[in-house]
């Protein structure tokens, strides 16, 4: 099976979200990710979320796909294996990604002294280099106090790592532009990526930050409807929760069609002096929607509201990720997304590869992460040339392990 990213190895040394994404997203398009860490170890070996003895399905997660080798990173010698990997000769080597401090031996300087061409990409917390988590970026750059009900005063984080996520992309599309850069120059580069400038570039994209600098504006919470077109959540007959939006005059219609309530709507236009044909009318009129819309809701269990709201409204069902497992096929079961795999250690479940899904070659299917220090031996010699009794000497020095 061809891979679109054959051939091409980067040396991840990682942690929890950001950079293991990163590793991540380039291996399962097929590049050989080696990620080294700690004999023990790394900070997000035994992550939560767990099984009931205690192995991380976080890290099976989040290191499919790769491979990995095991190093006392404490020795000197663990040291010198570790920059002879990042800065191995050939054309598609020489690419280290990481977010540990990229200082000293793992600096840039150090290690494109012993490979010019290297590239680097380092993700570090905010852009002075001070520590930071998704969740001190979050509350930094504002959204938790967006985020919740009308009406309270203390911030609201959310559960999903949003920019641990969208630093863990960006760092694989810039790897991918300093590759292409460094083919057409030959030159190798240092990539800074603060965690903090990604969330900021967000919300400078999404207009929040210039909504107060051009407005004088300071946006309120408004709960779960969506700000400045209509969207919200509604309870059905019996006790599901579904969210229903209107982001075009087509789904307005739809709506209509489906529902009925095309005399309630023209009501809600006379009596608010609005059309509900623009989108920022629809947000003047949130309330008045919601309103019209409860009842009939209220008055279908969640099956009769999919058998008769139309394809072209848009909504969809609040649900669990149990509900998700159990009562979507389409999205999980039935989507070429997944396979069942068999992770080590751990059993065979529903895993997801790439979402990348291209027209000319044959999606790569998902590939369970390694178990610490599995593939250790075989880098040793593919990458590195060293012989069996040199790999031999390497494990009663207790530099490197392999699999626990």
Known sequence: MYELLTGMRVIEGSAFVAAPLGGMTLAQLGADVIRFDAIEGGLDSDRW??????????????????????????????????????????????????NLPARGWLGYEALSAKRPDLILLNITGSRS???????????????????????????????????????????????????????????????????????????????????????????????????????????????????????????????????????????????????????????????????????????????QVKSELAPGVLWGPYQTFRQLLAEDPVATRDNPLFARVEQPGIGTYLTPGSPLDFAAIERLPPRPAPVLGQHTDEILSGVLGLSDGEIARLHDDRVVAGPR
């Open 49 to 98: 979320p767990v099984t009931a003895d205690g192995k991380s399905l976080y890290w099976a997660g989040l290191n499919k796909g790769k491979r990995s080798i095991a190093v006392d990173l404490r020795s000197e010698k663990g040291r010198e294996l570790v920059t002879a990997l990042i800065t191995a000769p050939g054309d598609d080597a020489g690419i280290f990604l990481t």
């Open 129 to 303: 280099g001070a520590p930071q988590v998704d969740y001190t970026v979050n509350a930094t750059v504002g959204f938790p106090m967006l985020t919740g009900p009308v009406g309270i005063e203390e911030p609201v984080n959310q559960v999903l790592p949003a920019w641990d996520l969208s630093t863990g992309t960006t760092a694989a599309a810039g790897i991918l532009a300093a590759e292409r850069y460094r083919r057409k120059t030959g030159k190798g580069q240092l990539i800074r990526l603060p965690l903090q400038d990604v969330a900021l570039a967000t919300a400078g994209a999404l207009g929040y930050l210039s909504e107060v600098e051009i407005n004088d504006a300071d946006r309120p919470r408004f709960g779960n409807h969506i700000y400045g077109t209509f969207g919200h959540h509604f309870r059905t007959a019996d006790g599901r929760w579904i969210m229903i939006c209107i982001f075009t005059n087509r789904q307005l219609e739809a709506l209509v069609q489906s529902t009925g309530l095309g005399e309630a709507f023209a009501e809600i236009e006379t009596r608010l002096g609005v059309n509900l044909n623009v989108e920022g009318d629809r947000w003047r009129a949130r309330d008045a929607l919601v309103e019209a819309i409860s009842p009939w809701v209220a008055a279908r269990t969640l099956d």
